[in-house]
DNA sequence: ACCTGAACACCGTTCAAGT
DNA sequence: ACCTGAACACCGTTCAAGT
């Protein structure tokens, strides 16, 4: 029933009304609120069944599941991160990026979530990724202030990291009149860096945000950084 | 006129609406219509008046300068920051953080600033911190892709990272309905860390996001990584 | 237990008409 | 040049009434 979430995915949050919903179902509108109490506890179930789906990967310890009984240790997320998966049990840095980028995917996969995630209550769906992302860090010899911090860190770039990348896809005619308003405004005698950036994207032809190791390599600093500061003083 | 910031200010960007506006400045509805494209051309003005405001630090090179000509060089974020100061004119990395926490505390204070930044195209005020970001990263000797990757780091950080610490700043009710929550979902035997997490944060009495330092620690993370890539291979 | 019609208090925006 | 009344096509939610 809660498959109010492919109306989400395809028309993003603002077409997803109640009316619009109940329509799509062949209901009358005020049959939804029989199912549900309000807006705020569909969005939070329909989020909180996408990041179920995260699964975690194999540490050889004591493995939180999925609600499906899923522990995926080999998939596309998988084969990117580093080796050391070669022993069959994961370390704590490999899982922590696993977490990382299949939560990230999962995201881009449904961008709507992006917006709606920090305006709803967690439910286990989300508690499970916490929960998960706390025990590895503590498998990598993190405790106290460090772990509190690591663990901000990374949540917090997940979630907002991912959310901007969003915020730089455009719909094709919002894509036309970023560009018409771009060369309108950003002339090169008062903007040079920024007319230089740009062409360097053209050039790449990729659009910013969309090139698939950024959040990998912010990822990698904020663990490098980590671990250092696990290491010395 | 553009003073429809207060409204926002107050009751967030959802109490703002074209109606009360109106109804603040004393005329109906549809005269706005007179000043203002839509709403969306209102929301664009309101983000780039708050962005237009963050003021650069004196380089001691030519410096791009507020529109009301103003150079700071010595308040609050500068205090924090390291030293280098003492030459008078900051070094780039002074200069960049200087930069990212002005526009996050900028951001704070006007909370609906982090929510309405994506979905809004950028003006002036944002082409500013974009070019003058990229003059720091040059002048920290950043070239070609590693710019370009530290270039995004650093705003999807600054936009993002901000974005999602506001989305932990709960009105009382929200704060009491989460707190009620937690205690009746996360129980200690199947989310052990994440009850230690907690009452960590109890015992610090802190709220997560609040913590002052939380956005420059990741920060420095992501500017001791670039560095240490710009220096090895 | 689930559905529904009518109603309430809202939205953003257009358009023709006023001064 | 600026303001406005009426209207359009929407919202989320409540409540009493139906089966």
Redesign the interface.
Known sequence: MSTAIDLADRGGVDDLSMRRLADELGFKVMSLYNHVANKDELLELMVDRILGAVEFVDTGEGVIEDDDGAAANDDAVDAETDSASETGAADWRTAIIHLAVAEHRLILAHPWVA?V???V?P??GR?RL??EL??LL?LGGFT?HLR??G???I???V?????????YQFTPEREA??YA?FHR??TED?????V??VR??EVMDTI??ERPD?FR??L???L???E?RRDDP
């Open positions: 917006s995630m920090n305006t209550f439910r286990t508690w916490a929960e706390l025990r503590t106290g509190d911090l663990y901000h860190a949540t917090l770039h979630g907002g990291f991912t959310q901007q990348q969003i915020g009149e970023m308003r405004d950003v008062v903007y040079p860096l920024m230089d950036h360097y994207h910013p945000g950024e390599f912010v990698d600093l904020i490098e950084g980590l250092r």
